[in-house]
């Protein structure tokens, strides 16, 4: 069992999310109009409508450059916005006297341009005169669902999925009834997510039909988000010609094949004209590629990008290859090394419409790992960085963990820099959004290419709260705000989020929602998998502890724990050359334990117990600490939102405190078999004895 079985509650109305009633009371409140054509503005219009409907307020839909004259709120659409960068998706606002402007040179400027209104509430209107330019800092902000059609025997409805079925299909079916894709789309757009692959990178026998004949599901949901300024993409399989095609190949050099993707793709933009491209996870834990036919993975992209070039289409190519069944024995194969040494050879080959699609990480969305190398390695190709909303290795929406400080962290890391020096070289947000100092290689002088933007894998299902756990939403929330500003203080964001979603919540309920939540990615680290060492997981479903699981499976995920030492030897000197993937100063800095930061030791060596951390503590009486810590943490946070969860929604606090209850046993399980395992190995007791058992 991987997904959630229990499917919760999706009998029940969709909880509004961030994007309740009351959240349009200012705008709705107020004589607006809404000038100029197209879908999206019609969308805005529609929502303008029935927010002036419900609040008191006026609406009149105009023509472009028609005189207006009483209005609190113009939005419209011209004339064009001098601004550089994103200009389909900018928008302008001014205000003046308390008259807001909002002028986009398109209708998916206004959109957004609607929605950061509704997010400033009230202080759009009585905040003082401005006049700013909104861009986003990349136009590919992408979700990936990992939702099958059918139900599959081991991972479900959907893959690492913890939030009950799919929002799109049911056993089989595209549901008949997308009334919750529709309020999907309204959310996302909400906070600025323009693209949406909607089936699983691991795409089995029904799910490929999707691209032939079942396409007409695929029109059916791409119609209702393209009324959101949303591109549908789908995940295929690079099989797809021998599986659904009938060829006796699928090597990608060969002509027939290449021709049957031209076909498919033709038939996908005639029916879907604003189609965004294919999603492929290729060679990649048993999915079928190039490698089969000796070709490189350049040749199976460039392929496919030929084929979807005429229609502006993309090709998002997972670059997660690595070995999934290497013996564990065998001390010379590095999983992290895979994507690396897979892909760096083939910088400079990927046709313009090929997104390399990076994880974060070089092993897994680990709660902690390095960044993986490979972003800072491929300056001729666009480079998407791929993150993981669904919470598969971070408490899988039992527990509360935010994310956010983590994506900023990620975004905010400079391959180039020492640590504390902060500005001097691109950010990983600069080199996915091809902002900034990301133009210029510093390894080589050269000019990137543009940007691949952000992906991530999507946390919802068909729950009532979207998201199982109701505090996970605050993950998608966020996950659309860095895509689109990757500069936003997380904490600001986790504010924004609580303010929209519980409107009128006295200040103590923010403040409580925030203690909860704000440093939860910290809390969840502190009593799962020390020091960077990663995984630690049950196998298969990946909850809870098991800290051999993995240990002696082909999977690569190993931390080498003996009665002396634990870690992982990634150095250049004696380990597995790892750390030397990576540029000056970060490879000096992980080859050496001395200079390697803490949090990241047993990712780069192998170390004694008795090795001191820059903390001045032992490795082992870290382990202790870290996790007692944790369950105290979760301990408080329960506390705290034991004062609060009265005056919330009986709903939402009862599911909120099940889950609460859930975190603690669960933290506590991992704490106990941790330091158990760790006191077992080394033998060295606890300096402030307490109970290991
Ligand atoms: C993880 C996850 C799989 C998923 C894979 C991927 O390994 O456990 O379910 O298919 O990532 O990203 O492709």
New binding site residues.
């Given amino acids: 069992m ?1 997904g959630d079985s229990s499917r919760p509650s999706s009998a029940h109305a969709p909880h509004p999310a961030w994007l309740p009633d009351d959240a349009f009371a200012a705008i709705g409140s107020r004589r607006v109009v809404v000038a100029g054509d197209g879908a999206l503005a019609g969308t805005v219009a529609e929502e303008v409508a029935a927010a002036t409907a419900r609040f008191g307020g006026s609406f009149s839909r105009l023509e472009v450059g028609d005189g207006v004259s009483d209005a609190d709120l113009v939005l419209t659409l011209s004339p064009p916005v001098p601004t550089s960068g994103g200009p389909d998706e900018s928008f302008r606002l001014t205000r003046e006297a308390g008259a807001v402007v909002v002028q986009a040179a398109c209708d998916a400027g206004l959109l957004h341009g609607f929605f950061h209104l509704v997010r400033l509430g009230d202080d759009a209107f009585d905040g003082p005169d401005t006049d700013e330019t909104h861009a986003p800092a990349t136009d590919l902000r992408m979700l990936d669902h ?1 939702d099958n059609v059918d139900v599959h025997p081991t ?1 479900g409805q959907v ?2 999925g913890y939030s009950g079925g799919s929002i799109f299909y049911d056993d089989g079916v595209v549901h008949a009834d997308l009334s919750r894709v529709e309020r999907y789309a309204r959310l996302l757009a909400a906070v600025g997510i323009n693209r949406v692959a909607i089936n ?3 795409v089995h026998a029904r799910e490929a039909r999707l691209l032939t004949d079942d396409l007409g599901d695929v029109v059916r949901v791409a119609a209702v988000f393209r009324r959101w300024g949303i591109r549908v993409h789908l995940s295929v399989s690079f099989a797809s010609p021998m599986t659904l095609g009938g060829l006796d190949t699928s090597d990608p050099l060969d002509q027939g094949v290449a021709h049957w993707w031209v076909r498919a793709a033709a038939r996908a933009w005639d029916a879907i004209p604003d189609f965004g491209g294919f999603v492929v ?1 290729a060679d ?2 048993g ?1 079928p590629g190039p490698f089969a036919y000796g070709r490189t993975h350049a040749d199976g992209a460039n392929m496919l990008a030929a084929a979807v070039e005429p229609y502006d289409g993309l090709v998002h190519w ?1 670059a ?1 290859v690595y070995d999934h069944k290497q013996d564990w024995r065998d001390r010379s194969t590095d999983r992290a090394r895979a994507a690396y040494d897979h892909f760096r050879p083939l910088d400079g080959t990927f046709s313009d419409n090929v997104v390399l699609q990076v ?1 974060y990480g070089p092993m ?2 680990q709660v902690r790992e390095p960044l993986n190398p490979l972003l800072a390695a491929m300056p001729h190709t666009r480079v998407a960085l ?1 993150l ?1 909303v669904t919470q ?1 290795y971070t408490g899988q929406q039992r527990h509360a963990v935010y994310l956010g400080p983590q994506w900023s962290q990620i975004l905010g890391f400079r391959f180039w820099d020492s640590a504390g020096r902060a500005g001097g070289s691109p950010s990983v947000a600069d080199l996915a959004t091809g902002r900034g100092k990301a133009v210029e290689d510093p390894g080589t002088g050269t000019w990137r290419k543009p940007a691949g933007g952000f992906a991530a ?1 999507s946390n919802v299902g068909d729950d009532e709260f979207w998201t199982g756990h109701p505090f996970a939403q605050a993950n998608l929330y966020a996950y659309g705000r860095l895509c689109w500003d990757p500069t936003l203080d997380p904490g600001a964001v986790l504010d924004e989020w609580v303010g929209l979603t519980f409107p009128g919540a006295p200040d103590v309920v923010g403040q409580a929602l925030h203690a909860v939540l704000d440093r939860s990615w910290e809390t969840y680290e502190l009593y799962t998998a020390p020091l960077g060492v990663g995984f630690m997981v049950r196998p298969g479903h ?1 909850y809870g502890p098991d800290v051999d699981g993995y240990e002696y499976t082909p999977w690569g995920t190993y931390h080498f724990a003996d009665r002396d030492g634990i870690g992982v030897d990634r150095t250049v000197g004696t380990g597995t050359g790892y750390a030397g993937q990576y540029p000056a100063p970060w490879s000096a800095t992980y080859e050496s334990p001395t200079s390697c930061p803490d949090e990241l030791l047993l990712f780069f060596h192998h170390v004694p117990y008795t090795h001191v951390l820059h903390s001045g503590k032992t490795v082992v009486q870290h382990i202790y600490d870290t996790h007692f810590d944790g369950v105290e943490r979760v301990e408080q946070m329960i506390a705290v939102w034991s004062e609060v969860s009265a005056l919330m929604d009986p709903r939402v606090s009862e599911r909120v405190s099940e889950r609460l209850a859930e975190q603690l046993r669960s933290a506590t399980e991992w704490r106990d078999q941790v330091n158990t395992y760790f006191f077992r190995k080394s033998g060295i007791p606890d300096e402030r004895g307490r109970t290991i058992y």
């Fill in positions: 991987t990992w991972m893959e690492r699983n990178v691991n996870k990649s834990e999915q997972r997660f994880k897994d969305f791929e993981q598969e894998v990946h």
